[in-house]
Every structure is written in C-alpha cells, then in structure tokens.
C-alpha cells in the first residue's frame, strides 16, 4: 500500500531561479523531479542556443527569461527581482535539490528572522562536502591559511568553510549554489553584487547581510548532490573568471591590502600549481595558471569578449558620487 502523498507547504510561495548558459540537459533533468506546478524561473544566458525557451514553454508554471549574457549575478537578480512570490530558491542547475530539501530551506527560512538567507551544503560525486560551500569575510590571516593550504588543519580560520558531516558552522556568506532569501528582503539588501560577472557575489550578498545585522546559514543538515557534470563554460574559462571576481572583490572592499591579498591568492595557486606538476597533473596546472592571470589582471573572458573588468569599471564607475 503507497504511502502518505509528501505535502510541501513553502513551494506554493516559492519560485526557484535557475541561471543557465548553455545547461539545458540540466534544466530539463530538474524539472522532471519537481512538483508540476512549481513555479520556476529559466533566466538564459546563452540566447536560447539551445532551445531553452521552448523547453520552458512546455511548464505553465516556468517562465524563460533572456538573460542577455550578462553573467550570474545579474541574471539571478532578474529572475529574483521580478517573482511575484514570497520566497526565492537560487538553484545551479548542476545540483540536484529535491522537494523535500527546497522546502527545508524555505521552512527554516520562514521561522528564522535573524537570517537574510538559508543555503544548503553541497557534496561532491563521492558524498564528501564541498570545499568553498561557505567561508568567512577575507583578510590578511585568512588568505595566509588558504595560500599555505592550511585549511584542513586550521579550519575555522581560513577563508573557505571546510565542515564535516552535521557539524555546525557558522560562517560569514555561503554558496549561492542552492539558497533560499525572502524575495523583498533580498532586493532592499540590493541583491547580489553586480560587480563581478560571476563568483564573489554570494561573498559580497553576506556582506550586505552582516552590515544589515543578519546572517547567512549554511544548512549542514540539508546535503544536496552538486556537480552533476559540466556546464556549458570551459573550466579554465570559469577559473580565470573566478580569480578577476575575487581580486575584484578585494580591490573593491579591502582597498588598503588589496595588493599584498591578492598576493596571497596568487602564491596559493602558484603552490597547488606546482603540486599538480610534480604528480603530472596537467589540467590542475592549467586550471591553476587561469586563475593567476585572473587574479593578476581581474580580466576574463567568455566568448572572445572580455567581461570582468568591464563589468568592474561599469558598476564602480557609476557608485561613484
């Protein structure tokens, strides 16, 4: 005899929002695991090369939105910006959340005024937790323990949370991987930082939400399958990006150590580099040396076209009084 019909209250007041570039297997994968009439937000930044519109077409509950290509944090901003709905669900199409774990976060969520923001614990292939699920505001120290590769030992004083299975941690931002906000409050905080094309804008959205007097939960009792292949950018390509976008973030908010931090980061790669040499691991390397030159020269490119430094000038050009 079946059991009890699963009841998830929160998804009637919920949208999710999934950024995609060129990621429709992904999308597609998602949406045959979610209730029907859940409301889903498609924001494509890949110019429905690959059909996205016309998969979101076929859901009355899914709504596509052309990102432009303008990067993450942007095109998330435009799908959380104009839900109708009470709560919003960042998903990455590369994780796998059911349910049950979105309306967990979204009920956690609901009963925890103190928190701009709940986000799940990503695993990787094998189960393990992520590196880089949550960490804490960077500094001077902080960077030290993750360049020297001190994390593991030292792990509540670098700048990426490595926590263990059920082990609470309090952190100063999380992955915007899979992260439910209230959708008002996320626009008064202003959203994630447009500054950087992509990464470093869940580390500046827990900024806002610590200057607001609120916190970012990182859920370690809601572990969601992340990784479920690749998306549609090269990963030297998103290395590179990843190293301008944390330089960014530094030049931006630590202006006075910006340098000597980014120094940091780079002596890190330089390390893990030649780690991956020694053991003949060439794509390491080269993931590496991406993000040296993205770190050393906060430019990055997709498509041919360079997009991280434009992006920083833009947005700092015009906060300026």
């Known amino acids: 005899m079946p059991g009890p019909t699963p009841s998830f209250p929160h998804l009637s007041e919920t949208e999710i929002v999934l950024v995609s570039y060129k990621s429709r297997h992904h999308v597609e ?10 409301a889903v937000a498609v924001v494509d930044n890949a ?9 979101a077409g076929e859901r009355a509950t ?20 104009s839900t109708t709905k009470r709560f919003v669900v960042f998903v990455n199409p590369d994780c796998r959340p059911t349910p049950a774990h979105l309306e967990s976060l979204i009920a956690g969520l609901a009963g925890d005024p103190g928190s701009a923001s709940h986000a799940a614990t990503m695993t990787g292939s094998d189960g393990a937790i992520e590196a880089g699920v949550g960490g804490w505001e960077p500094s001077v120290r902080r960077l030290a323990v993750y360049a020297l590769g001190l994390g593991n030992r030292f792990r509540r004083a670098g700048f990426f949370a490595a926590p ?8 100063d931002w999380t992955t915007g991987a899979c992260m439910a906000v209230r959708a008002a409050q996320f626009a008064d905080l202003g959203g994630f930082d447009e500054t950087f094309y992509v990464y470093a ?27 479920a292949g ?8 998103m290395l590179r990006l990843r190293g301008a976008s944390f330089a960014g973030y530094l030049t931006r908010y630590h202006r006075r150590a910006a340098l000597l931090m980014r120094a940091e980061m780079i002596l890190g790669a330089v390390l893990r580099g030649l780690a991956g040499l020694l053991r003949g691991r060439r794509q390491l390397v080269a993931e590496q040396w991406a993000f040296i030159v993205g770190t050393a020269t906060m430019k990055a490119y997709v498509g041919g076209q360079e997009v991280a430094a434009r992006r920083f000038a833009e947005v700092t050009r015009s906060a300026r009084p």
């Open 29 to 38: 994968e998602l949406l045959s695991t979610w209730p029907a009439d859940l």
């Open 47 to 55: 110019g429905n090369s690959d059909g996205l519109r016309e998969l």
């Open 62 to 81: 899914v709504r596509y939105l052309d990102g432009g290509s303008q990067g993450f944090g942007r095109a998330a901003n435009l799908g959380a910006f």
């Open 164 to 171: 263990r299975p059920g082990e609470r941690c309090e952190v």
């Open 201 to 227: 804008e869940d580390v500046s959205f827990g900024r806002q939400a610590r200057l607001a007097g609120l916190r970012c939960l990182l859920r370690e009792d809601v572990l969601v399958p992340h990784g």
């Open 230 to 237: 690749g998306s549609g950018a090269p990963s030297r390509e």
